[in-house]
């Protein structure tokens, strides 16, 4: 049986008429980076506050670390290590003021709270800047002071709503090179934050758990596994590869002048679902087993209306892809 870190079952999460969250399930095992995915309103937020214990759900049960979220709330949150969507830091404090805050109102002692802030410090990049005020912080070092923050109580499970929207890919970059060294137990010459020898406390085996909501497919693609939701439910779940299989045979990258022409001719052709613009091609998506077909139709169609095409062929789908596909499909 798997012990999973993380167990959501029937969430649902009602304001007045809007369903937010309706009947989301949830596992999630140690060491594992879990992402949320969706677009703006799909219910990913609320359900980070479900998990968390910042909202009540209106049905369903939550479970983290083996404690029940309704029951045990204090030792749950124990457990739980949390960056918002928005900076939540206080600007007048410098870097090591509030991670001390955060630290104490957890209950740990200076003796506790200080070692380990230099190790976290040190970890994200931040221990030259302990002294700077946050309010004078980049975005990227904001970013970063969240995590610190969310770190100081070694935490088994971390709950990140959207930590990199806003900021720069070199940054994105960076940040998502922590998570993965978070949920690592061997990285080399990596500092010890998870203890003296690299691992979880004593008593508290497996690897720290991270669950991530994110607009960026780029980074959904680093998760082990992806949950898609629309309209507060996950509509699909599975690793990012077995979820671009479901379009293996089905994309076809299409290039050439002008490419409103070119879009517009791929539109007409009966076996063609969508049309999308990555760029400058167009990637358009074809029903099972049509591929041939429609190479053959459309490379007639645009040379007729006088358009060039550079490039027509069968391509390995995105997960963009089959975002596109999940968003336009109806699961109710």
């Known amino acids: 049986m798997t012990n999973y870190l993380v167990q959501a079952s029937n969430l649902h ?18 060491g594992e980076i879990y992402g949320l995915v969706g677009s703006d309103g799909a219910g990913k937020t609320t359900t980070m506050r479900l998990l968390v214990g910042a909202l009540l759900p209106t049905q369903g049960e939550v479970s983290i670390c083996g404690y029940d ?5 204090e030792l749950a949150r124990s457990t739980i290590g949390y960056l918002s ?15 001390r805050f955060f630290a104490e109102i957890r209950g740990l002692s200076s003796s506790e709270w200080l070692p380990r802030s230099m190790e976290i410090l040190e970890f994200v990049g931040l221990s030259n800047f302990k002294d700077r005020r946050a309010g004078q912080l980049s975005g990227g070092m904001k970013q970063k002071l969240g995590l610190a923050s969310a770190l100081v109580t070694r935490p088994r499970l971390l ?3 959207e930590p990199t929207t806003g900021v720069d890919p070199v940054t994105r970059q960076d940040f998502w090179q922590l998570v993965i060294k978070l949920v690592s137990q061997s990285i080399p010459d990596s500092p010890p934050i998870f203890g003296e020898n690299g691992g979880m406390p004593e008593g508290q085996g497996g690897g720290v758990s991270v669950i991530i909501s994110t607009p960026y497919m780029d980074e959904a693609s680093r998760c082990h596994r992806v949950g898609f939701m629309k309209a507060g439910k996950i509509i699909a779940e599975d690793t990012p ?24 001719a791929a539109h007409q052709d009966q076996d063609v679902e969508d049309v999308a613009a990555f760029g400058d091609k167009l990637h358009v998506r074809i029903r099972e087993g049509k591929s041939d077909l429609v190479i053959k139709r459309l490379s007639d169609q645009i040379k007729s209306v006088g358009a060039t095409i550079t490039e027509l062929r069968v391509i390995p789908p995105a997960l963009e892809d089959v975002f596109i596909a999940l968003s336009e499909s109806n699961h109710d």
């Open 13 to 30: 999460k009602n304001f007045g008429s809007v369903h937010a969250v309706n009947g989301v399930d949830l596992n999630v095992k140690s």
């Open 69 to 73: 979220l309704q029951t045990h709330v």
């Open 85 to 99: 969507q928005r900076f939540s830091m206080y600007e007048d404090l410098t870097v090591l003021e509030n991670i």
């Open 159 to 161: 709950l990140l709503d």
């Open 241 to 264: 590869s077995n979820l671009r299989a479901r379009l293996n045979g089905r994309v076809l990258e299409l290039r050439g002048n002008p490419i409103n022409t070119l879009r517009h």
